[in-house]
């Protein structure tokens, strides 16, 4: 069997699909690889994660990485959503196929973007550092990452 069981249930039956009205910060990203999309918000109070959704273009692995994050995320301080991995999120599914890894990137980057969001929109300063992978052409082109 190429999926895990989790992966498979994640898959068929998502956590915290959809979108939100009134959500305090959006973040939407694509991936590289495959060109899919997705779309996540969250609901932030006294630094916690009450709520999460998220809507995606995506595959079932990313589906399924997705429903897994919001699930990880939910009811955590943001500065713990900050520090989800893709591979951790892979590791609470047992596993995603090799060249499945891509997909689970979608739903880190997208956490991350949205509590981006939730900080600028909220005047809340933060070091631009934290949101970068070091992995974006910008900075390989001016070599001023490794
Ligand atoms: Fe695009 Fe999985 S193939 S997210």
């Known amino acids: ?8 249930d994640h898959f068929q039956n998502p956590r915290n699909v959809g979108k939100m009205e009134d959500a305090d910060g959006i973040g939407e990203v694509g991936n590289a690889v495959c060109g899919d999309i997705m779309k ?10 009450t709520d999460v959704k998220f ?7 990313a589906i399924a990485t997705s429903s897994m994050a919001t699930e990880m995320i939910k009811g955590k301080p943001i500065e713990e959503a900050l520090q989800l991995s893709n591979k951790a999120v892979a590791e609470a599914l047992d596993g995603l196929p ?3 890894m891509h ?19 909220h ?12 992995d974006c052409a910008h900075c390989h082109d001016h070599g001023e990452k490794e």
């Open 55 to 61: 809507n995606t273009f995506g595959c079932g692995s």
């Open 123 to 134: 005047g809340i300063a933060y070091d631009p550092a934290q949101f970068c992978a070091g």
């Open 103 to 121: 997909c689970s990137v979608l739903a880190e980057e997208a956490v991350r973007a949205a509590v981006k969001d939730y900080y600028d929109k």
């Open 98 to 100: 090799p060249v499945k």
């Open 1 to 8: 069997m190429l999926y895990s069981e989790k992966v498979m």
């Open 40 to 49: 996540m918000y969250i609901k932030v109070k006294d630094g916690i994660i």
